[in-house]
């Protein structure tokens, strides 16, 4: 999946700074003894998800973000269509293609501040594929989005397989089924 973290905020994508990835490390970060997060401010908007649909993204989110090793401020999630998310990729990464998720962080330290773009139509795409909701590979994407901010990444296959093991353990965690096997790549 193709997300960045970027170094100054944005709204709606209307910054015209260049993102640069802001995950660092060869690994996510080891969990500190913390006392337990407030809940963060999550939000998703979209011309082409129904609101109840969202509604459910949206608490599902925010229960993964009470989860991540690092604290958790804003989430703000917007769901697009395909020209729009190819329109955007085009812009941030000059990649003239759509894309599932751009996730765009506001700080690398201090609690997670980030916006993301998510693409339904990549989604129906893949939960085809994998045997599941489109909903559920949307929270996918979110997920992937929020664990690169927490300083995973994917550009090796041992990251790769790191940070699919992560997105399985939180869905799990939440009731979802995993979407990845740890040993055998995509389902």
């Known amino acids: 999946m193709n997300t960045d973290c970027m170094s100054h905020p944005t709204r709606d994508c209307d910054d015209r700074d260049e993102p640069g990835s802001s995950a660092e490390g060869d690994g996510p970060p080891e969990p500190a003894d913390r006392p337990a997060p407030s809940p963060a401010e999550t939000n998703v908007a979209s011309d082409c998800l129904a609101s109840e649909r969202a509604a459910v993204l949206m608490s599902r989110v925010a229960t993964i973000a009470a989860m991540l090793a690092r604290d958790v401020a804003r989430i703000g999630i917007r769901v697009v269509r395909d020209a ?104």
């Not at 955007?88 to 916006?115: C, K, S």
């Not at 550009?155 to 940070?163: D, L, N, P």
């Open 84 to 187: 729009e998310m190819q329109s955007l990729h085009r812009r941030w990464h000059n990649r003239d293609a759509t894309t599932d998720v751009i996730t765009f962080e506001a700080h690398p330290e201090g609690p997670l501040e980030v916006d993301m773009v998510l693409c339904l139509d990549e989604a129906e795409r893949a939960a085809a594929s994998r045997s599941h909701s489109a909903d559920e590979e949307l929270l996918l994407y979110a997920v992937h989005g929020l664990l690169h901010c927490c300083g995973f990444d994917d550009h090796t296959a041992s990251e790769a397989a790191a940070m699919h093991e992560e997105e399985d353990r939180l869905l799990q965690e939440i009731g979802l089924p995993a979407v990845y096997r740890v040993k055998g790549g995509a389902s």
